[in-house]
C-alpha cells in the first residue's frame, strides 16, 4: 500500500484550524521554537523489522491480520509509518529473519520510501531448522568450542548480509546465561563471550561498530552473562573503540537509575545508544511512554545534556531504536505512538533551562532543579511536534490518519488476514 500525499494534505487541511490556535499559544511561551523545531523533525527513530507483526508471550501470540510476509511487504509497512510521521526513516533487520536475497531490490523499494538501514541484529537466542548445533545452554559463552565457532559465523554472516544494505552496526544481544545456581562457571563464560566477541570484532568493517546491548534477566532465570551496564561496558573497553553499550529501557532491574547509568557512559564515550520501550512489572514489550513517561523524560534531559556537552549531532551521533512488540495493539498504530512519545520526551528534554538547572546543581539547590525540570516536562509539547511533522509532509495527528485512511484494511486485503510476520 502507498500513501498517497494528497491524503495527508487533506487529513492536515481538516485540523488546520484547531491545530494553529494550540502551535501559536505552545510557540508562543518559547522563545527558540523555530530551532527546537528543527531538531525534532531531524530525529529518526528505527523502526525494528521484528515489531511489525503482532508480538507474543510464552504464553502465546495472538496474530494480527495483514501482517508483513516478506522483507520487502517489513519495508513497506515502515514506508507507510515514515509518510506519515517523517520520523521514522529507518528499519533494523534480524537475521535470519530478514535474509537479503535480491539486495538491488531491497534497496531500492527502501530508497523509494525514503528509508535507510540502521544497525543489523543477529539471533543466537533460539535454534533454526536448519542449523546444526543446539544454543540451548548458550552460543558465544558456550562450553562447546564449535557451538561459540557456530554463533562466531552467524554474526559474522550478519555482517555480511547488512554490508549488502548498507548498514554500518552490528547489534549484539546475548541470551547467554544460566536457570540454576551453579549451572556456569561465571568467570570462564564471561571470558569464553569475550574471546568469541574478540572474533566478531575482528570480522567487523573499518567504519562499522558493534553494540553490545545488556540484559538483566530473561531468557535465563538466575544469571544473565552480560546482565548489566557494567558486564557491557567491560566487554566494550577491552574489544576495542568501535564496541560500545547499548541501553535498552527495559532491560533493567525494576528501579534502576537509568539515566545515570545514560550520562556516565555518554561521559566516558562508550553509549552507541539506545533501545526505546517501556513497562510496568519486568517485560519490556508496552508502548513507549505508555507507563513512565517522566523516566523517559529524565533519560532525554540526560543524553540531550551529554550531546550538547560533547558538541555531538542529536539526530546523527548515536543511535536510536523502539524494541518492544506486544500481544494486543495494531502493531504499526503502536509503533506511531511510540515513535511520537519519543519525540515529546525529547522536545520537553531540550525546553530544559540547562544554565539555570547547572546553577541549582551548584547551589546544591534540590526545589529549583525540580522547579527547572518539571516547568519543562508539564509543558504541553504535541503542538510543537505536529508543526514539525506537518512541516515535514507528515500527518498533524498520526493515529487518527492511519485510521482515517484504513491503512490495515488495505493491507488484508493485499496479504490476507492469516498472514504472519516473520520474528518472534
Ligand atoms: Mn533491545
Not at 555480511?160 to 552490528?170: F, I, Y
Not at 513512565?292 to 551529554?306: A, D, H, I, S
Not at 484494511?409 to 520474528?423: C, F, K, Q, V, W
Request: charged share 20%.
Amino acid at each position: 500500500m502507498q500513501i498517497e500525499k494528497s491524503f495527508i494534505s487533506a487529513h492536515n487541511d481538516l485540523n488546520l484550524s484547531a491545530h494553529q490556535r494550540r502551535f501559536e499559544f505552545a510557540s508562543s511561551q518559547i522563545a527558540n521554537f523555530d530551532s527546537i523545531l528543527k531538531k525534532i523533525a531531524a530525529f529518526q527513530i528505527t523502526i525494528p523489522s521484528w515489531a511489525l507483526g503482532t508480538g507474543g508471550t510464552r504464553f502465546g501470540r495472538f496474530a494480527g491480520a495483514g501482517e508483513p510476509r516478506t522483507l520487502l511487504e517489513k519495508i513497506e509497512d515502515v514506508g507507510i509509518l515514515h509518510a506519515i510521521n517523517r520520523a521514522s526513516g529507518s528499519i533494523s533487520l534480524h537475521f535470519p529473519w530478514d535474509s537479503v536475497d535480491d539486495s538491488q531490490a531491497i534497496r531500492t523499494k527502501a530508497s523509494l520510501l525514503d528509508l535507510r538501514f540502521d544497525a543489523v541484529n543477529s539471533n543466537t537466542f533460539q535454534d533454526q531448522a536448519s542449523q546444526q548445533l543446539s544454543y540451548k545452554f548458550g552460543s558465544l559463552s558456550h562450553v562447546d568450542k564449535s557451538v561459540r565457532r557456530q554463533a562466531i559465523e552467524h554474526n559474522i554472516e550478519t555482517i555480511r548480509q547488512g554490508e549488502l544494505v548498507g548498514s554500518k552496526a552490528l547489534s549484539l544481544w546475548l541470551s547467554d546465561g544460566s536457570c540454576f545456581p551453579g549451572q556456569v562457571d561465571f568467570r570462564r563464560s564471561f571470558e569464553r563471550a569475550l574471546e568469541s566477541m574478540q572474533q566478531i570484532y575482528l570480522a567487523l568493517p573499518a567504519d562499522w561498530k558493534m553494540f553490545i546491548e545488556y540484559k538483566a534477566f530473561e531468557p535465563n532465570t538466575y544469571s544473565t552473562t552480560i546482565a548489566d551496564w557494567g558486564y557491557s561496558h567491560l566487554l566494550a573497553s577491552k574489544l576495542g573503540k568501535k564496541a560500545l553499550t547499548l541501553v535498552d529501557l527495559g532491560h533493567h532491574l525494576s528501579s534502576a537509575n537509568i539515566e545515570q547509568i545514560v550520562a556516565i557512559l555518554m561521559m566516558e564515550g562508550k553509549l552507541a545508544g539506545f533501545h526505546f520501550n517501556d513497562s510496568k512489572y519486568a517485560d519490556d514489550d508496552l508502548t513507549v511512554g505508555s507507563i513512565n513517561p517522566y523516566q523517559l523524560f529524565l533519560v532525554f534531559c540526560e543524553l540531550v545534556r551529554g550531546m550538547d556537552e560533547q558538541k555531538m549531532d542529536h539526530a546523527q551521533d548515536l543511535a536510536w531504536m523502539i524494541d518492544a512488540s506486544h500481544n494486543v495493539k495494531d502493531p504499526l498504530e503502536d509503533l506511531l505512538q511510540s515513535v511520537e512519545a519519543i519525540q515529546i520526551a525529547y522536545a520537553q528534554a531540550l525546553l530544559v533551562d540547562s544554565a539555570a538547572l547547572a546553577q541549582a546543581q551548584e547551589a546544591s539547590d534540590p526545589v529549583a532543579a525540580q522547579e527547572v525540570l518539571q516547568a519543562a516536562f508539564r509543558t504541553d509539547v504535541r503542538p510543537l511536534v505536529a508543526e514539525a511533522r506537518r512541516r515535514a509532509g507528515g500527518a498533524l495527528h498520526p493515529v487518527a490518519c492511519f485510521r482515517s485512511m484504513e491503512v490495515r484494511a488495505n493491507l488484508i486485503a493485499e496479504r490476507g488476514s492469516l498472514t504472519r510476520s516473520t520474528g518472534l
